[in-house]
């Protein structure tokens, strides 16, 4: 047909005269029609005749409205966003190409005399073959650069694939998607050639004649399925390219192999391998990040924040290793998009639906049971992803040899949804639901609840080529419950809490150009906490009830940020975000009286504020600064700078955080944190990015660090300002990470010097720690080393270890005692001048691929490993009684034997 086709433009091309018709004029309307449609009701009411195929043209429908208006104008409104073009010929025909301009060739005679040809082809002597993409429209005013933009997607199952590599003609010219398939690559003019690169997926080759700028979408084929290599990274030189530093990317589904506790496959706790990440020890809920606290740190589950990302006081992660698609950390410079915390970002992005078929994931392991499935709704249109993990532990704790112990009681269970609907090629709709909730009795008469419940709805926009926009609203609720029985049953009562983040936020995108990339937006945080209430907990309690009132708040942003391309070599990453913190009422003021220290007796008034009344107002700048230079395509340096405001805060006055800890709202007696971050890095990657290197130094300073007097009581505290200090706090260190991608023996190493210090000063002796002198926060943990090795036997087979090695933790000690009236009271030491032993651990696992036949119902995987091989008695926390006129010390230790599990896994 195509041959048929370029035989008759040709014929016609050399056998029209050159004479001049009178210029046909078109009076059409019609809505709703194709550009076929309206092309046969051109011909239908008019001279005019078309040449062209069918296959060229989309269904897309347009509504015209002409009177008397050119054909050429007709013609350009129509074709104006394709890349057909077309040229009229005498006797009213009209040739349609694909890309190719048609014009006539102009000579001068030997009489000065202008002599016009048959229209001819550009380029004829270009070979186009079917094989061939045509991108663009070709236009008189010619290039030598164009912009090929488009989305690459997994052929399986139409998700787009971040991370894959576009190769040009010319090695050096290459580009990556980014997290929504998205790229965009500089070719030349004519005939080229693009290669992809991906690891897991077919490498493809794709031929085009560029004519103009223009957009190419396609997918590529997952390879059958194989054992994953732990790699953090599947874009091999990402971390030389990109700009701003302290970035990890982690794929869930590169951390099977991982050996962690009880065999569960946790996001989280590789996160924790990574040298810029630390934790407090086993049983820890939280993460410290660059000598940071718990609370500076914001997780995000589809743009929805999470308050407790774990289960069972932090033994193990509540997000779904199944449904996760890949963790982002921020913990250098963070990006003005996101604020509210100091010291990182922690980006949870959940799988997209498979929307062609009905897929899914299962596995059964000591501890808990995990189910994913993938329901398509329409196809390649929309479809549902579910998940739900549960806990069967209880047998676990009859195995114990204690009778408390065997009493005790353990579950937990999370479950998420996410629906995800392609309206058309400009809308996508996205909506996530999650719901988690713990329950734990220990060795007690207590019953501790909590959990998170969020949802979060998303709505992408594609202006133009230039132009997108992402619209989130989202709610996360965290709650936690205090059931107490006791042995007195006039003691019992029942504690709740609760606090709820409403957020709203518009990021827009807009390519301003190839040296600019601009990102800005507008955010609305709402918070509401409940503090606390306590009833009595049966008939005969005495507990009197008590309920603190609500605080209540409104966090304002607005931000911009610009990634500025100067060229190949130096790029930076400019950021602003202002914030504007409004307290609301209702609310009772607490004023004191002020240069003296806040308590019951410099209480001068207290004022009632009306519901939504705002009473205190902050205004704060925020601003990230980071730029990378590369010296080569494998040596780059990148540095950084940040200050950053945090208007909630956690209370806590132990050395590891609890589920039950409280959040607190920055008043007028509670001023925001501030922190501020300067950072340097050195990233070497060598042998074709097989081994990548880094070595990273940061300073940090804070300002209102919030800390606890002597003896504070932190919970169900109606006057909680005048029971915590705040302070001024530094941290410093050096990372470094030694990582290999490849190979039978692949895995990385990372060890992190860092000092996280704080000082709490003042005029006056209850508001001064430690002569107002700095010293180690709780989580001041110098060394910290952590080793993930996988070796591969074969493609099935393969051994994975993990070691773990940490300074031990900041403690205060008794130092003494003294009696007074036949009492014996303990005095101590400054806070925080001992620490508990080092903590180290080693885990071992060996992983048993099934076959990996591609027609096949499910494909398996084994993984059988032992969680602290060593038996080390790791101590959890030091304690000490005075018995007998004795001061004892005592350890608590969370696991101290080897902990052997088996988990069976199925994908279908």
Known sequence: MKKKLLFILTSLLFSIAQSQEKEKRITLEAENVTAIEIFKLIQKNTNYHFYFLDEW??????????????????????????????????????????????????????????????????????????????????????KEKYILTGIITNDKTGVPLEGVTIIGSQKSNYTTTDKNGQFKLNLSYGENQIETIFSGFKNETKKLIIYNNGILNFSINEISEQLDEVVINANKTKNIRQTIAGISSIKAKDIKTIPTILGERDILKVAITLPAIKSAGEGSEGVNVRGGKVDQNLFLLD???????????????????????????????????????????????????????????????????????????????????????STYSDWILDLIDNEDIKNSSVSFFDVIAKYKHTINEKNSLQVTGYHSRDQYQIASDTINEYGNTLVSLNWKHKFNAKNTGDLTLSNSNYTFNIDYEGDDTNKGFNLKYRINETDLK??????????????????????????????????????????????????????????????????????LRLNQFLALGPSSERIYESDLPKNESTLV???????????????????????????????????GYNKSFQYIHRLNNNTTATPVDTWRLSDSNIKPQEGSQLSLGLFKNIEDNNYEFSLEGYFKEYNNLLDYKIGA??????????????????SYGVEFLFRKNNGRLNGWLGYSYSRSLIQLNSMFDEERVNNGNFFPTNYDIPHDVNAVLNYKFTKRYSLS?????????????????????????????????FRIPDYYRMDVGINIEGNHKIKKFAHSFWNISVYNVLGRNNPYSVFFESVNGNVQSYQNSIFSVPIPTITYNFKF
Not at 801 to 827: A, C, H, M, R, S
């Open 303 to 389: 743009n929805g924040v999470i308050y407790n990302p774990t289960h069972f006081l932090g033994l193990f992660s509540a997000i779904n290793p199944f449904t996760t698609n890949n963790l982002k950390v921020y913990t250098g410079n963070i990006p003005a998009e996101y604020g509210g915390r100091l010291s990182s970002v922690f980006d949870i992005q959940t799988n997209d639906p498979n929307t062609k078929k009905l897929s899914g994931e299962a596995s059964v392991g000591p501890v808990t049971g995990n189910v994913n499935i993938d329901i398509p709704i329409i196809n390649n249109t929309s479809g549902l992803v579910l998940g739900a993990r």
């Open 57 to 142: 043209f989309t269904k897309k429908t347009y509504s015209i409205s002409y009177n008397n208006s050119k054909i050429e104008k007709v013609l350009d409104d129509l074709l104006q966003t394709s890349n057909i073009n077309y040229y009229i010929l005498e006797e009213f025909k009209i040739i349609l190409t694909k890309g190719n301009l048609i014009k006539k060739s102009v000579y001068e005679n030997s009489d000065n005399t202008t002599q016009i040809d048959s229209p001819i082809f550009v380029n004829s002597s270009v070979d186009i073959k079917n094989e061939y993409i045509k991108i663009g429209k070709e236009t008189d005013n010619k």
């Open 801 to 833: 270890v993990n070691f773990t090695y940490q300074t031990g933790k900041p403690i205060t000690y008794p130092t003494g005692k003294f009696i007074i009236n036949d009492i014996e009271f303990l005095t101590y030491s400054n806070r925080n001048q």
């Open 713 to 730: 009581n932190l919970l169900l505290n109606e006057n909680i300002e005048t029971e915590v200090i705040q302070g001024k706090g530094k």
């Open 605 to 639: 008034n207290t004022i009632n504020h009306d519901n939504n009344s705002i009473y205190k107002t902050y205004h704060n700048l925020s601003y990230r600064i980071s730029g990378r230079y590369s010296f080569t395509n494998s040596f780059s340096v990148k540095a």
């Open 506 to 575: 518009l990021l827009m995108k807009y390519k301003y150009s190839a040296k600019h990339d601009f990102k800005y937006g507008l955010e609305f945080k709402l918070y509401t906490i409940n503090p606390g209430s306590i009833l009595p907990n049966g008939e005969n309690s005495e507990t009197i009830p008590l309920n603190i009132s609500q605080e209540k708040a409104l966090e304002n942003s607005l931000f911009v940020l610009d990634e500025i391309k100067i060229n190949k070599k130096l790029n930076f990453n400019l950021g």
